[in-house]
DNA sequence: CGTCCTTTGAAGTGA
DNA sequence: TCACTTCAAAGGACG
């Protein structure tokens, strides 16, 4: 598997990503000194295109490892670094900061071998082995005591992936049963999710309630299963995908607090129907924000800790439990009248691009300048595109089983419980929008930047998964890893765009050339979604422009960070460039009106 | 303080 | 079945 040498189709979306920090770190720092948003965009651009070049060309690898280094004055990077470098030094004998391409990788976590959702109170702080990487969610607990949790793990809970259990200790097995794949040279961005190597729990602070099986006897860090142990990751098809230990089974573990709720009672089973394995105990704490982890152990309340997945508004001001209580998310416990007023507000179950999101948003933050979650996110829409299919296919495949455990975890839950609880102003733009419409309506200055290529072209990529989101993964996975390869045609990028409006004052525009390949149809044959790409692209002259409307800076967009190219798809883009090339910037005001 | 913005994907609704 | 809407995360920007 690409994941465990780290060749293979991992090479294109590792590439990519290294690519881009690396440059964007270099770029950025420069960007951040010099310039700033005052720079002209020609220069940015320009700039922005020859070092994407550059990159793309050079070795992504050895200049991702760089990256880190450049950024040092980032106070951010600073911060992060301290928290994890000791830690990971052990890991890696080189040293984290050395190779890993994803540096920003936000957990690490450190094998709690207690099952996550029977941790004692379940979210018992010491039980929570997790380190955050990159933010300062590092959250190692020194102390403790988690292993208390290890209490006794109901059967049913532990059983489909413990399968081999461990005569012993079940939980070991499965910890030794995570593939443990990811070589901290070559991190897949969902390592943070998963974690496949158990190397990577090796902290600073071994946990003191691993258990001595699994910590190395020298070292006292986690042990490396032998390879033996590891078991594919996400090989399987996806019926199998229940039986078989989760990469992020052990995540979970850890956590000892689901990503949905549970009920403070801690696994008092107030679920005692469902049988959760371990995968979805991993994606359970995949889910676990960071934030949640975060506070000090001590502080939080064995029971307190609100599960992501319910958000009462009335009830989050009191982080404390209450709101938690396991009758409420079991089964619809609370008395009606007052269930509509505290009823917990049960969220949705993140989706493959948002579990992405959640996980590379702090590495693109720290490789940009951007703070903005809108440019983080056009960003990270980009990123998505440029992932390899098995790349994609991994957030698939960890959505789907959040979703079932968030399934199993609420059976009575639809997403239309939420209608209408989040005020959300509607779209105006209709997906149905012409061109023309959306030009009109788009009331921004924009400046149309002919993708220079890079920009637009993320192509690389495969973007693959906005086509056929892999229903079962797998068979994504099954698929070529080349992406961009086969869906040339796809090229065009999302377009990022939109948006009426409102309140930018800049709006720049991103056109990318499409492929010539493809058709003048919309730019995103995938997407059903009455996303905004296909009115973008029309919007242009060229009929699969994309368009990025929105008042990023530029100085922050590095070509490389929108969508990495593939090495694959160099010449391609380079000879896209040369198309485009001498095309000047055009500066594009649309009237609103 | 609340909403917008932005992304993709899942799920709900209505025709 | 299709088209469309809402929500999920996130955090700066804005009113």
């Known amino acids: 598997m690409p994941q465990l040498n780290g060749g293979g189709g991992d090479d294109l979306g590792a590439n990519d990503e290294m690519i881009s920090f690396k440059d964007e770190g270099e770029q950025e720092e420069k960007i951040s000194e010099n310039v700033s948003a005052e720079r002209d965009l020609d ?53 984290f900061f050395k190779s890993p391409h994803y540096p920003s990788y936000p957990f690490l976590i450190m094998p709690d071998l207690t099952n996550p959702y029977l941790s004692n ?44 259990k461990d005569p012993k200790n079940g939980q070991e097995k499965m910890f030794n049963n995570l593939p443990v ?48 142990e590891l078991s594919p990751y996400y090989s399987l098809s996806p019926g199998a995908v229940g039986s078989i230990a989760h990469p992020l089974s052990w995540f979970m573990q850890q956590q000892g607090q689901p990503m949905y709720s549970i009920p403070p009672g801690g696994f008092r089973h ?8 371990a995968s979805m105990s991993s994606l359970v704490s995949s889910r676990f924000s960071p934030h949640m982890v975060t506070p000090p152990p001590h502080s939080l309340h064995q029971t307190g800790i609100p599960h992501p997945a319910i958000v009462s508004p009335a009830i989050k001001q009191e982080p404390g439990g209450d709101n938690i209580s396991p009758s409420m998310h079991a089964k619809s416990p609370v008395p009606a009248k007052k269930e509509e007023d505290k009823k917990p507000h049960i969220k949705k179950p993140l989706n493959a691009f948002m579990l992405y999101m959640k996980e590379m948003r702090a590495k693109v933050v720290a490789e940009c300048t951007l703070k903005e979650s809108a440019a983080i996110n056009q960003i990270l ?24 455990l968030h399934s199993q975890l609420y059976p009575g839950w639809s997403a239309r419980d939420n209608y209408g609880k989040r005020k959300k ?12 419409d959306f030009s009109v309506r788009t009331k921004k200055q924009c400046v149309q930047y002919l993708p220079s290529e890079k920009m637009c072209d993320s192509p690389a990529s495969s973007h693959g998964s906005m086509l056929d989101s892999p229903a079962t993964p797998s068979a994504a996975l099954a698929s070529p890893a080349a992406p961009a390869a086969t869906h ?22 991103l056109l990318g050339k499409a492929s010539e390949s493809s058709s003048s149809s919309s730019s995103s044959s995938s997407s059903s979604q009455p996303s905004i790409s296909i009115p973008i692209g029309t919007t242009g002259s060229q009929s699969n422009t994309p368009i990025l409307t929105r008042p990023i800076p530029f100085t922050s967009l590095h070509p490389s960070i929108l969508s990495p190219p593939s090495p694959f798809h160099q010449a391609a883009l380079r000879s896209h460039h040369s198309l485009f090339q001498s095309q000047p910037l055009s500066l594009v005001t649309k009237p609103t009106e």
Do not use: C
């Open 181 to 228: 794949v990811q070589h901290a040279h070559h991190v897949h961005p969902l390592t943070p999710l998963i974690t496949y190597s158990n190397e990577h729990f090796s902290p600073g602070t071994p946990p003191s309630h691993l258990s001595p099986e699994i910590l190395d006897p020298k070292t006292g860090i986690p042990r490396t299963p032998h390879p033996s």
């Open 121 to 164: 109170g379940s979210l018992s702080p010491g039980a929570r082995t997790y380190l955050q990487m990159k933010w300062p969610l590092l959250d190692v607990p020194s102390s403790a005591g988690i292993k208390d949790s290890r209490s006794p793990t109901p059967g049913h809970l532990v059983s489909t992936h413990t399968k081999p």
């Open 425 to 436: 102003r509607k779209r105006e733009n209709k997906p149905d929008s012409k061109p023309e």
């Open 43 to 95: 220069d940015v651009k320009s700039s922005l295109v020859n070092e994407s070049e550059n990159n793309s060309s050079s070795s992504d690898s050895e200049q991702a490892e760089r990256r880190p280094q450049t950024r040092a004055d980032s106070e951010s990077y600073e911060k992060t670094r301290d928290y994890f470098s000791e830690a990971l030094r052990r890991q890696q004998d080189g040293g």
């Open 488 to 509: 040339s045609e796809q090229a065009q990028p999302l377009s990022l765009t939109t948006k009426p409006e409102g309140r930018m004052h800049h709006h720049f525009s």
């Open 381 to 404: 829409g980009r990123r998505w595109h440029s992932l390899s299919r098995e790349e994609q296919a991994k957030y698939y495949e960890l959505a789907r089983k959040e979703r079932q």
């Open 270 to 277: 107030p679920y005692p129907a469902l049988a959760m394995n």
